[in-house]
């Protein structure tokens, strides 16, 4: 039997765990780079304003910072305010989280032709999840780790009520979009939202899974949070890259119908 708490496996779970949140990081920053002609087309005004937007670039620039900060605490030569760096860094994470799930919720609206019954019971979850998330930012715990020069995240179990309402939420409304979906059949958009749908259902269920599982078992902090990063960086670049695709679809429709 391994023990998870021994010195010596707690600092190869450590090591590991900044590995993957640093190549998670990495790649974040090349899918940021690439897509930032959709984000200078915004800028000189080429699309209308529309409050998805906000969510979108919330989403999109928190995790940028988040994920700066994130590599801060990767690699610390001397003792520093650990805890305040893992506040930042979590707040941000959250942050961007809760838009990503934002977006979501609001494609849920619009399908339903804002069915109150669904705008109400969605809306009480996602500010469930939003005070959940408020609250394993406040009660998280960080501290220095000489022998591996970086912060080591502690306190780690109290963020499985956030994850798993998280989870749920994202859930929901993907079932609720599919449920919408196949009531009014179609072409062109319906196919877009559709395979979207389906892409986004498979995201969640590969991001969700694998990091609940290590919370339920709940071997040592660094196994904990080992797959919360690239987690939340694929269901945000999810999440913003099905707004591009939408974006993108319009703006072609709207260019056929005018030429």
């Known amino acids: 039997m391994v023990d998870w708490h021994d010195p010596v496996i707690v600092a190869r779970c450590a090591r590991t765990a900044m590995f993957i949140q640093d ?31 906000v969510a979108y670039f919330g989403s999109r620039y928190l995790l940028g910072l988040g994920g700066l900060m994130a590599f801060r605490t990767s690699l610390v030569f001397g003792p520093t305010n650990c805890q305040a760096w893992f506040r930042a860094s979590f707040a941000t994470a959250h942050a961007c ?22 705008i109400g019971i969605l809306g009480f979850w996602y500010l469930c999840q939003c005070a959940a998330l408020v609250h394993t930012t406040i009660r998280i715990r960080g ?14 179990s109290i963020s499985r009520i956030n994850y798993f309402i998280s989870f749920g939420f994202d859930f929901a409304c993907l079932c609720i979009v599919f449920g919408y979906l196949f009531q009014a059949r179609g072409a062109g958009l319906w ?69």
């Open 23 to 53: 190549l998670s990081g990495g790649c974040y920053i090349w899918e940021f780079l690439i897509s930032l002609p959709f984000d200078w087309e915004h800028y000189k005004r080429k699309y209308p304003f529309r409050w998805p937007q």
């Open 97 to 118: 989280g809760a838009l990503g799930s934002l977006l979501l919720f609001m494609r849920v609206i619009a399908l339903s032709g804002r069915n109150k019954y669904v």
């Open 143 to 156: 501290e220095y780790m000489p022998d591996l020069l970086l912060c080591a995240v502690t306190n780690t």
């Open 191 to 259: 196919d877009l939202l559709v395979s979207q749908g389906a892409v986004y259902f498979m995201v969640v269920i590969a991001a969700y899974t694998p990091p609940a599982i290590l919370l339920i078992l709940n071997l040592n902090d660094f196994m904990n949070t080992m797959l919360q990063v690239p987690s939340v960086v694929v269901l945000v670049v999810c999440a913003n890259r099905m707004y591009r695709n939408l974006i993108d679809f319009y703006a072609r429709l709207t260019a056929d119908l005018t030429s």
